[in-house]
């Protein structure tokens, strides 16, 4: 079992479209949680950064994590063409010797207008 | 522009070679990491390197090798290069432990 799984998509929304993204993971040792908009060919851009439980809101964007069942999620409102991209969760912890962070494998986001 | 820079932005060899891949840092961040991603795959962690230091090592091959110089800055070599290395490579600068912030990457193409 990978430590985090995200589903690959692609996810086709229409413009206006409310978008949700979600990724499990399986190492409770994960305090920071983190999601990532990855333009095609372009390096990944910091998004959302999460601590432990809770929701975060910033713009359009909402991450929410559930610790207990191990589930986080990316919320877009208001869905633009310009959002689409491949989004990339990611999370860390501690591990012997320092710590360690796990990128799912992204899923592809196309917004049509 | 999130402060990381990568050189070059693009790389053309050919097999058995050998290149350099080279990454500044943003301004205070300690830690560098090292990541490879082919043709639509997730981001594969290849090392993680804090004030010189090597600090975590991923699905790094026996023919690559990395290092942080005292400036901090930091360069992978890729030796013996087969087609199958091929591949977009990111570096990503982090003040803490948590968030990594990526520079535009080295498309690097073995013919």
């Known amino acids: 079992q990978k430590e985090v799984e995200q589903d690959p998509g692609p996810l086709s929304v229409p413009e206006g479209a409310i978008v949700s993204l979600n990724c499990t993971y399986s190492?409770?040792?994960?305090?920071?949680f983190m999601w990532y908009r990855q333009y095609s060919r372009k390096g990944p851009e910091l998004l959302m950064y999460?601590?432990?439980?809770g929701n975060k809101e910033d713009g359009r964007f909402t991450a929410q994590v559930d610790k207990s069942s191990k589930y986080i999620s990316l919320f877009i409102r208001d869905s633009q063409p310009s959002d689409s991209a491949t989004y990339l969760c990611a999370m860390s912890g501690p591990n012997t010797g320092g710590f360690k962070t796990i990128f799912g494998a992204g899923t592809r986001l196309f917004v049509k207008a | 522009d999130s402060g990381v820079t990568q050189t070059p932005k693009h790389l053309i060899t050919a097999t058995g070679q050998r290149v350099t891949l080279r990454c500044s840092p943003r301004?205070?961040?300690?830690?560098v990491y090292w990541y490879q991603q082919s043709l639509d795959q997730g981001l594969q962690f290849l090392i993680h390197?804090?004030?010189?230091?090597?600090?975590a090592k991923g699905n790094i091959l026996e023919r690559f090798s990395a290092q942080q110089f005292p400036d901090l800055h930091s360069e992978l070599n890729l030796s013996s290069l087969e087609l199958g290395d091929s591949a977009l490579y990111f570096c990503?600068?982090?003040?803490?432990?948590?968030?990594?912030?990526f520079g535009p990457g080295t498309r690097l193409t073995v013919l």
């Open positions: 390197y804090y004030n010189g230091e090597e600090r």
């Open positions: 190492n409770s040792a994960f305090q920071y």
């Open positions: 990503a600068s982090s003040p803490q432990s948590d968030t990594q912030y």
């Open positions: 999460t601590y432990s439980s």
């Open positions: 301004s205070g961040d300690l830690s």
